[in-house]
């Protein structure tokens, strides 16, 4: 179950770190018991350090660490799974004009520097997982090239992970996201077929 206090939808602005924790004290306040792997949606370490401590075990970073790495740091010191996630730009503004002149080797080489940066801090290979950000900083012609061409990213050996479900370049004839599951679906049928190993889906 991956659970975000924070929206990173195309044009969503940031939540202050002490609002981020606020939410998740709420939902940890309910008391719920889950018997499933839980996994914290955030970039803020100190956010991640607070779900690790408080029966979370898994980071689904969409900054890959942040410049600063601090994330890739965190997953280290609890030897726990973390989801890097390629992305252009930040979330409030990603979808403004995004370019590419080979999106597949751009992502290629992202994730080439993640890893070593990584390896480097003694992450162990099964806790890094990668998804391209489909939709994150990406035209529809781009989602698509991804989708296509989820092997290039084999070459890694990592497992990978897409978030497909109910996101706009899905959309037909402008209709909403709860609308899109059909579209979700083919989609969804494609990136087995293409070797994804993990899906993130809203429609369970």
Same mark, same amino acid.
């Given at each position: 179950i991956?659970?975000?206090?924070?929206?990173?939808?195309?044009?969503?602005?940031?939540?202050?770190?002490?609002?981020?924790?606020?939410?998740?004290?709420?939902?940890? /306040?309910?008391?719920?018991?889950?018997?499933?792997?839980?996994?914290?949606?955030?970039?803020?370490?100190?956010? /991640?350090?607070?779900?690790?401590?408080?029966?979370?075990?898994?980071?689904?970073?969409?900054?890959?660490?942040g410049?600063?790495?601090?994330?890739?740091?965190?997953?280290?010191?609890?030897?726990?799974?973390?989801?890097?996630?390629?992305?252009?730009?930040?979330?409030?503004?990603?979808?403004?004009?995004?370019?590419?002149?080979?999106?597949?080797?751009?992502?290629?080489?992202?994730?080439?520097?993640?890893?070593?940066?990584?390896?480097?801090?003694?992450?162990?290979?099964?806790?890094?997982?990668l998804?391209?950000?489909?939709?994150?900083?990406?035209?529809?012609?781009?989602?698509?090239?991804?989708?296509?061409?989820?092997?290039?990213?084999?070459?890694?050996?990592?497992?990978?992970?897409?978030?497909?479900?109910?996101?706009?370049?899905?959309?037909?004839?402008?209709?909403?996201?709860?609308?899109?599951?059909?579209?979700?679906?083919?989609?969804?049928?494609? /990136?087995?077929?293409?070797?994804?190993?993990?899906?993130?889906?809203h429609?369970?």
């Amino acid at each position: 179950i991956d659970f975000g206090c924070e929206s990173s939808r195309p044009g969503a602005k940031p939540v202050s770190e002490k609002n981020e924790l606020s939410r998740l004290n709420d939902f940890l /306040a309910k008391g719920l018991h889950f018997d499933k792997i839980l996994s914290i949606d955030t970039y803020k370490p100190k956010v /991640a350090r607070f779900a690790l401590e408080n029966g979370f075990n898994m980071i689904n970073d969409i900054t890959s660490g942040g410049d600063d790495d601090m994330m890739l740091h965190l997953a280290a010191e609890y030897d726990c799974p973390i989801i890097l996630m390629h992305m252009k730009g930040v979330p409030a503004t990603m979808q403004e004009n995004p370019f590419y002149d080979d999106i597949m080797s751009d992502i290629t080489y992202f994730f080439e520097k993640k890893l070593k940066t990584a390896q480097n801090l003694g992450i162990k290979r099964k806790n890094l997982i990668l998804d391209p950000g489909i939709g994150f900083g990406k035209r529809v012609e781009d989602n698509n090239v991804i989708l296509d061409n989820l092997d290039t990213l084999k070459q890694f050996n990592h497992p990978i992970l897409l978030g497909l479900s109910r996101k706009s370049f899905l959309s037909v004839n402008e209709d909403g996201p709860e609308s899109r599951l059909p579209a979700t679906l083919g989609a969804t049928v494609l /990136a087995i077929q293409n070797g994804v190993d993990i899906l993130r889906v809203h429609d369970i």
